[in-house]
């Protein structure tokens, strides 16, 4: 029978699950393999080259065993796991890009243009379910939401939805249902009990098709109007969850108020107990994209549910669409307001979460973010907020709004604190905020200088410390006032004298040039005979930019030396 069915697959192989999305990952490998062999014959160099080659073709790889995979899956199962199919269609782009991105700079200019071109087309690649598949999806996944309690009412709701879903995903002939029962058992047999919540799933799917697939000959389709008609009287908005005791009141999500509580909630906590846990992993995603319109209970749930899943998948997480962002963000809000603490850190948790994937795209928040940003920062959960603030710190788009909310003067109280972690994030957060705004001023007016300057001798800590001094030094009042500390010019010297990391001293060879530059005072405090060595040192040994740095402020202080002993000289007579 197996190979049987395996020869039937092969027949409809054309007939792919997410047909959009594949369409796209087949042109994007097309236009890759037509260039393939001139990359492999360019022999990309070193070490670097031969790692961007064998990552390319493993992307290439993981591509083609995808589409296998939406062409031999179960289409139930591809339909209920339509966003995650979408997810690693975007990995592997991503991954893609960044492989040929590599392998650009490796090769000559011809092939290098013809490769520009390729990831030019693949950045424009937008991956989407088909419709059809979506409908699918939705209702399967309600299905899967209802409570199973053998009944004339529940069979003919479980009947309807089948037959739905199979027309809309074309599993309506004998050979599509055969092939279709095939492949769930092929999956079933390869998880084996490897994935509990899985294997649940495809034991239901295999009934349904077992159950009610005879019914699907000579039926006429069902369009997506008449189902909702019967299934769904509430409209698109809805997420009903229905029992079929006839006797209970129906959980309707628009009773909820604002807050979270509902106006309609009889026989709530069993209605959500007797759901089979067969549809937890899977709809926790979809119930996602309506969190506000649950209940607080279990909006909490699916939140802690999110987090738990993306830790145990890292692939998906990296993926998750950047559109949770805010609703996560209100979810934080009315935690706030609800002073549920619990809920406010795991809040915290997932958005730090879904920032974190943003890569280098400037993440969307709504206009309050920084606002209670800073209100979660003097809270209980600081040590979940103070990450959060971090990353957006490095963004342009947010550095100005995080000086304007008053965050400075909260970090000045952290680095006057004895929390050593609190000092490392506030140092960070620093160093990212100058490297993009005027803090010149702000720090000068709080009184920062004199409160940074110890850091200076902290091992750890000090190289963010001198960042932050390089960043700002060409601010007249910052220079000022780095230059009466001697203390801090002390702590500089230090560091060039130990060495350390090269970052960390081509830093602090920058704030020297350029004191230097605005104080006559200070070329004499360079003058000494442990500060020359050091230059003399890093001029032949430090890193590119520190040998450069090094001897102009060598030359500097040759040619300053110079004017003194022929000033000296004219004012002697000699």
Known sequence: MRKNCTCLKLLAKEDKMHHLSCKQLEKIIDKITSIFT??????????????????????MEKCKLLLHHCSESSKLYLAINGERIIWRCERIRYSLEVCLNQLQDMVEPKLATQISHIIDYIKTVVFTMDSSDKEARKVLLTLLQHDREASSFADLEELKAFKFAAFRLQITSPMAL??????????????????PAAKKILNYLLYLVKKYGESMEGEEPITISNYESNEHPKGDDDVSIQSSDTNSVDYVTDSSTEDGSSKIIHNESERFKSRDSVTDDVTNLFVFEKLSVLPWGLRCKVVEDVINELNDDDESRSFIPTSYIKPVFKFLKVAHRLCD???????????????????????????????????FLDSEIIEEALPILELLSCHQHYSSEIVSSGVPSFLLQLIKNSNREHHNFALRILCNLSAHTDLGDHLVCLGFIQHLVPFLDDRILSAYCVKIFRNLCTVEEVAAQLIEDENCIESIREILDQGGKDEEQDNALHILL???????????????????????????????EGKLISIKLLQFLKNDQERFIADVCQNTNI
Not at 182 to 191: A, G, M, V
Not at 360 to 365: A, I, T
């Open 341 to 375: 603490s619990r809920a406010k850190r795991n809040g915290a948790k997932l958005l730090l979460m879904l920032l974190n994937e943003c890569r280098n795209e400037v993440p969307s928040l709504p206009k309050e973010a920084m606002h209670y940003l800073y209100l």
């Open 178 to 195: 055969l092939i279709e029962k095939q492949s769930i058992k092929d999956l079933l047999s390869k998880i084996g009990d490897t994935d």
């Open 514 to 544: 350029c004191l230097c530059h605005q104080h006559e005072q200070l070329r004499e405090v360079l003058m000494q005979e442990s500060i020359v060595s050091s230059l003399v040192d890093i001029s032949q040994n430090g890193s590119s």
């Open 38 to 59: 001139a990359i492999e014959s360019a022999r990309p160099r070193g070490e670097s080259g031969i790692l961007a080659l064998c990552s390319l073709h493993q992307c």
